[in-house]
């Protein structure tokens, strides 16, 4: 447990060392190439940097490379994606495209605020859809802090969160009180249209 702990310490160090750009470029990266894990930068931003600033700054970089990769999808890659696909699934990808741009508000929200949705997918899949941007990116300014606050607060490994009773009624909770706000802010921003 000790060399566990010398371990964390070594790598909240050098993020310090780094300064906030380190951790924002990480957690930007992260939403270009998944294989980075979001939940430890954003725990480790929450580390070096204490809580408020650490959550402030990965939900600024998050919703930044969040959009990022939503635009690189819809404007670089849209038509490149759609022509490696024969014509019988074409009209599949159309069909699953269509469904995905149709997608209620507060379910988006919801894909975002939950810590196992993979979010690189989703940009994607909101990049190749007709989903308005400003719908997406109302989506991403709900959900994201619920998805952060739980990487930030009640751990670093989702694994070992899931463990705890306690920490699962927690992250039903940031969901629910999400869901909630999404259904107000869909009303009076009226983001559907």
């Known amino acids: 447990m000790e060399s566990v702990t010398l371990i964390i310490n070594n790598i909240v160090n050098y993020m310090v060392s780094l300064g906030p750009i380190g951790g924002f470029v990480l957690i930007l990266l992260e939403s270009v190439l998944p294989p980075l894990p979001l939940g ?33 999808f819809r404007y670089l890659f849209k038509d490149k994606f759609i022509k490696w696909f024969s014509k019988k699934n074409k009209a599949r990808i159309k069909k699953w495209m269509d469904k995905l741009s149709s997608i209620k508000f507060t379910t988006l929200v919801v894909l975002f605020a939950l810590p196992i949705t993979p979010a690189f997918l989703v940009n994607i ?14 989506a991403l300014i709900v959900g994201k802090p619920a998805m952060l606050l739980f990487y930030g607060y009640i751990a670093v490994s989702l694994v070992d969160s899931l463990k705890d009773p306690a920490n699962i009624i927690r992250v039903v909770l940031l969901v629910t009180i999400t869901y909630i706000i999404s259904k107000i802010i869909e009303r009076v921003v009226k983001v559907e249209s």
């Open 125 to 138: 899949a909101g990049g190749l859809s007709e989903i308005s941007y400003k719908k997406y990116l109302m």
């Open 40 to 72: 430890a930068i954003v725990g480790l931003n929450m580390l070096s940097f204490g809580n408020v600033f650490g959550f402030i700054l990965s939900y600024v970089a998050v919703i930044i490379g969040c959009m990022t990769s939503f635009f690189l």
